[in-house]
């Protein structure tokens, strides 16, 4: 058991990040329950604990009487300095008991850049970083999450993964675990990793040998045990009103990123965004029923003390019945001082009007994402928005009161031209002229956010060659020099962590040399302006032999083998070659959850549907 | 309106959260108890609480004060039994008093809590390391002094406080168990005050006390007004 002296605590930023003791933390005896599982983020207490997904998963956990599930994080970089210089090893939030006495270490990987902070945790937990070097004694790393859908460069690290949502299978996990250490562990570690790659969306990659042709590319995959699938298909839930979701959500002391209720209104969104990986990786929508969020409504607020709830999917406005659970929640809550939050807002006056009475009295901001400049590459992206519709949203939001927009761009997307760069300024100073057409005045401010394009695995846009840095930098000047409204201010990201993104996102596996080697030489917290170290990653690619271009620039040709396709979502190459064609022709393909079925394969291949309350209503084609 | 005083504790679970996380934390406590709690007006409405004097990072304490505002006059028992069972790990409700405001021909209102504090005491525990009989003359050297400077250094601004003229007492020294034990009470003016922390760093940097800094806990275990527990001012 781990004990942290006053002097250590009270040296480092935040110490609460590592005292736990929270409300609705769950404390259970070790000695009683034989599964044992540590659920982790490889980052900060604070962006762990906003994390939905682990919030399911630990009360899942904790439900089964077999099992305990705690909490780890990532140490600050000052509290791992500390831990270090006094062998203090990585512990757990609630019995503080050290991380390797746990049966699983299970990660969630939100994106590409926590990688190297994954191995830093499994060293400071002293687990063999390489799989390979684990013995019947270790933990089981198992990883999940949205970066599942390319774990090669990655997957030496880890003993096992699950694709896609987790909250039934990671109980199907708890259970071989159980029946297997009942039964005095028959063939230790690989026997139990044989158990679970039975089960469906378990990918074992020890249980695959990769090939190469000979001039070094990537040629196939193949299982070379008998459990181990062929192709991989993610995990989904077919009806989200019989699974647990949240009740009783850990109390941080302290303030964390998203400090409010997380209500998921359904998941999936079908609108077929070209570049988005999230688009393709959660299909099909599938919707909560209003009476059951409203019943979590109500038990998320009792538990938890909240006065914020965000009423959380990839794009919410497309709820069914938005309109109609806004409503109940006002009157259920009524002098409850609660107040409630869409994340995204889809550019129509229905999601301005409705804003507008959530948000009562304060306008804080609004954001759209138009994503491109020019009506042409919105086409291309399959946006499906126009510039009239915007002008028509942002209209609808000035005449309410609003005075701050924030739109988001990419930049570097298949296609773009400088004209397209251009038409980014322009819009934004057409949306800045609308508020002094509105309203008479001037004194509006737009902020435009522009992130670098990094081409994904499972997307229509898998096979594009990412931009490279310098590239990325002229065009992020150039926009800036076609910027000359004063009440238009620009944001960039930092291209210099994008490409690295596009390399790894894309990468096989022998990019976990690379990883290994660039976390050797100190990489850590990538994620983190401050702190990425550029030139670590750019010397771990070239020690170990391996051009970073050929992964992010490259174009792949589209008959050639990727390396990723054994992980699957469920959307089929073919349908993402005709989405590809089609983003070359620049022609619009229709969203399925009320229109024509896109084919995209999904629905077939997991046996799942749709659920959208409305769709039968509404539905174009049936 | 109707008004409570609450005092409360900040346990060994929570020594390391700050003060303002300790207030959203007691925020968070009320609205779970379903109290019925009179909020601000304004775009963003806050609950119509107010604390004594802000405590250190890293400092337990028995004497946490709160006043807080219902919108019905519920009984005291019943307050005093929703609000405890809606406390986290870490924080209990020792007492609670409604606070009686005086009539208004009487033209005065309750101070407000922070200004009623004027002292506090302190107790710190840490292991001895040496001689008591050093322990007991670095004490008796402190508090004969009558003068000491103390130089404070924080992240905004460096000033030097002469830290005698906030000793109400001399400090105590005893053994509790095996580890030496610090009681001290200090005064709190609107001007200012000085820490239990930075007295045991006097102690021991300049005065030579024998005791672990590293392993310290410290507690505060009264705040007074008028020579009173804050709680027996309603």
Same mark, same amino acid.
């Given at each position: 058991m781990v004990k942290l002296e006053p002097e250590i605590l009270q040296a480092v930023e935040k110490p609460a990040r590592y005292t736990g003791h929270e409300l609705n933390a769950v404390h259970k005896n070790?000695?009683?329950?034989?599964c044992h599982f540590a659920l982790a983020m490889a980052d900060t207490y604070e962006v762990g604990m906003s994390n939905l997904g682990l919030k399911i998963l630990y009360e899942v956990l904790n439900n089964r009487e077999d099992t305990l599930c705690e909490r780890v994080y990532a140490p600050w970089t000052d509290m791992e300095a500390i831990m270090r210089q006094r062998d203090i090893p990585l512990f757990s939030? %609630?019995?503080?008991? %050290?991380?390797?006495?746990?049966?699983f270490l299970g990660f969630?990987?939100?994106?590409?850049?926590i990688y190297s902070n994954v191995l830093n945790m499994l060293d400071l937990a002293g687990i063999?970083?390489?799989? %390979?070097?684990?013995?019947?004694r270790d933990t089981f790393v198992v990883g999940g999450g949205?970066?599942?859908?390319?774990?090669e460069p990655i997957?030496?690290?880890?003993d096992f993964f699950i694709l896609g949502e987790g909250e039934e299978v990671i109980s199907e996990v708890a259970a071989a675990f159980v029946a297997w250490d009942k039964n005095?562990?028959?063939?230790?570690r690989k026997g139990f990793l044989r158990e679970v790659a039975k089960?469906?969306?378990?990918?074992?990659?020890?249980?695959y040998k990769v090939s190469y042709d000979e001039a070094g590319g990537f040629k196939s995959i193949e299982p070379? %045990?008998?459990?181990?699938?062929?192709k991989i298909y993610k995990r989904v839930v077919k009806?989200?009103?019989k699974v647990h979701f949240v009740e009783k959500p850990v109390m941080p002391y302290i303030g964390i990123v998203h400090d409010r209720i997380m209500l998921e209104l359904f998941r999936g969104c079908?609108?077929?965004?070209?570049?988005?990986q999230a688009g393709t990786s959660y299909r099909p929508v599938r919707e909560r029923s209003r009476e059951y969020l409203r019943e979590l409504a109500r038990k998320l607020v009792d538990s938890s003390g909240y006065n914020e709830m965000s009423l959380t999917s990839?794009?919410?406005?497309?709820?069914?019945c938005l309109g109609e659970l806004v409503d109940d929640l006002f009157a259920d809550f009524e002098g409850e001082k609660v107040s409630f939050s869409l994340p995204s807002l889809r550019i129509d006056s229905f999601s301005i009007d409705l804003a507008h009475k959530m948000q009562q009295v304060r306008k804080s901001g609004l954001t759209f994402a138009p994503?491109?400049?020019?009506q042409r590459l919105r086409d291309v992206i399959n946006k499906g928005v126009t510039e009239e519709n915007l002008m028509t949203a942002v209209e609808a939001a000035f005449k309410q009161g609003w005075k701050q927009v924030k739109l988001y761009f990419m930049m570097?997307?298949?296609?773009?031209t400088d004209e397209d760069i251009i038409g980014i300024a322009e819009l934004a100073e057409k949306v800045a002229r609308k508020y002094k057409e509105v309203t008479g005045k001037w004194g509006v401010t737009i902020t435009i956010s522009v992130s670098c394009f990094v081409p994904k695995p499972h997307?229509?846009?898998?096979w594009f060659g990412q931009l490279p840095k310098a590239e990325f930098e002229r065009r992020q000047r150039l926009l800036k020099e076609n910027i000359?409204?004063?009440?238009v201010k620009f944001h960039y990201h930092d291209a210099r962590v994008s490409v690295l993104e596009g390399a790894i996102s894309r990468g096989?596996?022998?990019?976990s040399k690379v990883i290994f080697q660039a976390w050797k030489d100190g990489a850590k917290f990538d994620g983190w302006t401050d702190l990425f170290k550029e030139d670590v990653w750019h010397e771990a690619f070239e020690k170990c032999g391996i051009s970073m271009k050929e992964y992010n620039e490259r174009q792949r040709s589209l008959d050639e083998p990727l390396p990723?396709?054994?992980?699957?979502?469920?959307?089929?190459r073919e349908f993402l070659r005709r989405e590809y064609d089609k983003a070359m022709a620049a022609r619009l393909t229709e969203d399925?959850?009320?229109?024509?079925?896109?084919?995209?394969?999904v629905c077939p291949s997991l046996n799942v549907s749709i659920r959208d309350w409305k769709r039968d209503e509404v539905r174009i084609d049936v | 309106m109707y008004k409570y005083r609450a005092q409360l504790t900040k346990g060994d679970e929570i020594r390391y959260i700050s003060h303002l996380d300790y207030a959203g934390v007691m925020e968070r406590a009320i609205r779970r108890a379903k109290l019925p709690a009179a909020y601000t007006e304004g775009f963003n409405p806050h609950l119509k609480m107010s604390f004594a004097s802000p405590l250190s990072l890293g400092v337990t304490s028995d004497a946490e004060y709160m006043d807080f505002e219902l919108t019905k006059p519920l009984c005291q028992p019943e307050v005093f039994d929703k609000l405890s069972s809606a406390l986290p790990p870490g924080i209990r409700l020792l007492k609670l008093k409604p606070v009686k405001e005086?009539?208004?021909?009487?033209?005065k209102k309750h101070k407000a809590l922070m200004a009623e504090v004027e002292q506090g005491i302190y107790e710190i525990l840490l292991p001895l390391l040496g001689d008591w009989d050093k322990a007991v003359n670095a004490v008796k050297s402190y508090n004969t002094a009558s003068e000491v400077n103390y130089h404070r250094v924080t992240p905004k601004k460096t000033r030097d406080i002469e830290?005698?003229?906030?000793?109400?007492e001399p400090v105590a020294l005893s053994m509790s168990g095996d580890l030496l034990k610090l009681t001290m009470k200090i005064a709190i003016t609107q001007s200012g005050s000085i820490k239990p922390a930075e007295i045991l760093e006097i102690l021991v940097?300049?005065?030579?006390?024998?005791?672990?800094m590293g392993k310290a806990l410290i507690n505060r275990s009264m705040l007074l007004g008028q020579g009173k527990p804050l709680i027996d001012l309603v």
């Open positions: 070790w000695d009683e329950v034989r939030l %609630e019995s503080f008991r %050290e991380i390797n006495s746990f049966d969630t990987l939100q994106y590409e850049m063999p970083i390489w799989a %390979e070097e684990r013995s019947d949205p970066t599942v859908y390319n774990t997957c030496d690290f880890f005095s562990r028959p063939g230790g089960l469906e969306g378990i990918y074992v990659p020890s249980f070379t %045990e008998p459990e181990a699938r062929e009806d989200l009103d079908t609108r077929g965004c070209r570049f988005c990839l794009s919410s406005a497309d709820y069914s994503e491109a400049g020019t570097g997307l298949p296609t773009e997307t229509p846009f898998q000359r409204e004063r009440a096989d596996r022998r990019l990723w396709e054994h992980t699957t979502p469920g959307v089929s399925c959850r009320r229109g024509k079925c896109s084919g995209c394969g | 005086p009539k208004a021909c009487q033209g830290v005698k003229q906030y000793m109400v940097k300049t005065y030579g006390l024998p005791g672990d």
